[in-house]
Structure formats: C-alpha cells, structure tokens
C-alpha cells in the first residue's frame, strides 16, 4: 500500500456518515484484523483485534502525542494519535506496520510485531517539533540529502539500508558518509561560487586505511525550479520503499536534525536547483587541506576557505543533476 493510498482511505473513513467510532480493515489481503478509524473523540487510530482465545499482553504506553492501550473489548492493541500535526508521520509507522504484519497468521507473533513496531517508531512522537534550523544549516543539510540520494540511486536494491546507514552527517560524526573503502565529505556551493568553507582540522583528514572524497554540490539559489526539503525528502522516501529498504533510519536521521514528515512544511521558503557534483580525490598528496596530524599540535580548532578553481586536476568525477520532473 502507497501512502497516497492510505490517505484516500482515511479521507473516505472520515466521510462516512456513521461518524466517529467505527473501524475499518486497513487491507483485505492482510491476514490480521489490522483496522483504522476514528476513536469517539475523534482522534486517528489504528488498531489490531485478535481472536478471544488468543493471550497477549496487557501494555499501555501513554505518551503525548500517541497512545498504545490494550483493549479487553475485542482483545487487541489501539494506538491513537494525539496530535493531528502528526498525521503524516502516523501514516509512515502505518505502512511500515503493515509491510510487516500483513503475512503473518500466528496471533501470538502478530501482538508482538505490533508493539515491537510501535516501540521503534514511539521515538518520533515524543517531543514537540524543534526550533527551525537556518537556511545556512538547511543549505547543507539538502546537499548531503541530495548526496544520499545519488547514492541509493547508483546502487542495487539490496544495498539500500546499508547506503541509509553509511549516511552519518545527522550525527554530527567527522565525515558526512562512511563507506567500507572510503569517506565522503559533502560540502555546498552556490551559484559558481568558488570557495567552500572548512570547519575543523579533521574534516578533510584522512581516515585510517581508507580513501577520503570531497563531494561538492553546485546549487542555483532561488531558482523558479528550485527544489524544497520536502520535495527531496519524500523523493527518497519513495525510493527507500520502492526498494524495499527500512525507512526507520531515514526518518530517524530526519529526527536528529529537528525534521519529521509533518514540518518540512516550514522550509517551502527556501528554493535550490542543483545543477552538479563533482568529486575531488583529498588523498592525493599535493591536494591542499590543513588536516590533524599535518600541522603543529598547539593549533586547533580550525576553520577556513578552500578555493575551488585551482582544484581541477583533483577531480575524479563529475555528475550533472536534474530534478526538474519532481
């Protein structure tokens, strides 16, 4: 089931003349009784009923803006969203429940799966949306977006998960992705510019035994076909899930930096086209960077500019990108 898919049917729910209190079997195909409706109080719920016989748990969590109760009435779980500003990442745990639960015909292992899922996604729903991040912020965010992107495109299926995984930049770790062979460091430039700023002595440095890459995004900024966070967001999303991959880590990394699913909203302000990334070779011995174990121990906390338009002969790939059809 898409997304588009299970907002037709929450919009079809909700306009059902029965009114609020009445649930619905989310898919004919899945063999638990997986059902959504609205709660009497006219909250968003889905809910798992299992046969009288069947012995599962007695759990409650009660959170802020979720709700996990067992419900003795037709022995079974209900989780009721709290918060319609939630809406959207209450759709994601969804489908993500659903891709799990929907073959499985043990009740007992389709109690457990329920929390189990509720668990890994109860994380999301615990605090109310962080501050908006800068447009400075957001501007570097987007190209390692746009790198992770490139990435899952340019490799099979079964990588996917491990390409989500590589992604460490929402972690504020020393690289932006960390690959079995190498590095990579993404950096942002606009518009031609020529110079891209470093922010430590160990951005640029060298891991041990494995190569290190910097990756430069060429934006147009404020361009009529300029690209928003959500946009690029929900493009990799579907691509996660078209390949089967687990979309936990992604909105977990979405989480870390402040986003989630429901106030990508809030950047449509903010508009760039990205036009090319090119890739420079930082192990390369004449490559120019001010790196730890390269210059004397009393000098820390660097930062500085590193020109681009003399760094040509360390290119070692160039992609040009087009994201006008999204």
Same mark, same amino acid.
């Given at each position: 089931?898409?997304?588009? !898919?299970?907002?037709n049917?929450? #919009?079809?729910i909700?306009?059902?003349? $029965?009114?609020? @209190?009445? /649930?619905f ?7 638990p ?7 009497p109080?006219?909250k968003?719920?889905?809910i ?9 748990p007695s759990?409650?969590e009660?959170?802020?803006?979720l709700?996990?109760?067992?419900q003795a ?5 209900m ?7 939630f ?5 994601e745990?969804?489908?993500s429940?659903?891709?799990k639960?929907?073959?499985?015909d043990?009740n ?7 929390i189990?899922?509720?668990r890994?996604?109860k994380?999301?729903?615990a605090n ?8 400075k912020e ?8 746009i790198?992770l992107d490139?990435?899952i !495109?340019?490799?099979p299926?079964? #990588?996917?998960?491990n390409?989500?995984d $590589?992604?460490? @930049?929402? /972690?504020d ?5 960390t690959?079995p ?6 950096k942002?430039?606009?518009d031609?510019?020529?110079?891209i ?5 160990y951005?640029?440095m060298k891991?041990?035994?494995?190569g290190?890459?910097?990756a430069?995004?060429?934006?147009k ?17 579907e691509?996660?899930r078209?390949?089967k ?13 402040g986003?989630?699913?429901d ?9 760039y086209?990205?036009?090319?990334i090119k890739f ?6 004449e490559?120019p ?6 210059i ?8 500085y ?22």
């Amino acid at each position: 089931m898409s997304i588009e !898919e299970l907002i037709n049917k929450w #919009e079809r729910i909700q306009s059902y003349s $029965s009114g609020f @209190g009445q /649930y619905f079997k989310i898919d004919y195909e899945c063999i638990p009784d997986l059902c959504l409706g609205f709660s009497p109080n006219e909250k968003r719920c889905l809910i798992l009923e299992l046969p009288p016989r069947a012995y599962i748990p007695s759990v409650t969590e009660d959170m802020k803006f979720l709700t996990l109760s067992y419900q003795a009435s037709f022995n079974g779980y209900m989780l009721e969203l709290n918060e319609n500003s939630f809406n959207d990442l209450f759709n994601e745990l969804i489908i993500s429940l659903l891709g799990k639960i929907s073959k499985i015909d043990d009740n007992i292992k389709a109690g457990e799966t329920f929390i189990d899922v509720f668990r890994k996604w109860k994380i999301f729903f615990a605090n109310s949306p962080a501050p908006k991040i800068s447009s400075k912020e957001l501007k570097g965010f987007i190209a390692e977006l746009i790198m992770l992107d490139h990435f899952i !495109e340019n490799q099979p299926d079964e #990588e996917v998960d491990n390409i989500v995984d $590589s992604w460490k @930049g929402p /972690y504020d770790e020393t690289h932006d992705f960390t690959f079995p062979s190498h590095n990579t460091e993404v950096k942002s430039t606009e518009d031609e510019g020529n110079s891209i700023s470093i922010s430590s002595e160990y951005q640029l440095m060298k891991p041990d035994e494995k190569g290190l890459e910097l990756a430069v995004v060429l934006f147009k900024s404020n361009s009529a076909k300029g690209l928003t966070l959500e946009k690029l967001v929900l493009k990799i999303r579907e691509n996660i899930r078209r390949r089967k991959g687990d979309i936990i880590p992604f909105v977990e990394r979405l989480f870390r930096k402040g986003l989630h699913l429901d106030n990508l909203v809030l950047y449509e302000e903010y508009r760039y086209e990205p036009l090319e990334i090119k890739f420079y070779d930082c192990c390369d011995q004449e490559f120019p960077r001010l790196a730890f174990g390269q210059i004397p121990p009393e000098i820390s906390s660097l930062k500085y500019k590193l020109n681009l338009f003399s760094l040509d002969k360390f290119v070692i790939q160039k992609t040009a990108l087009n994201y006008g059809n999204i």
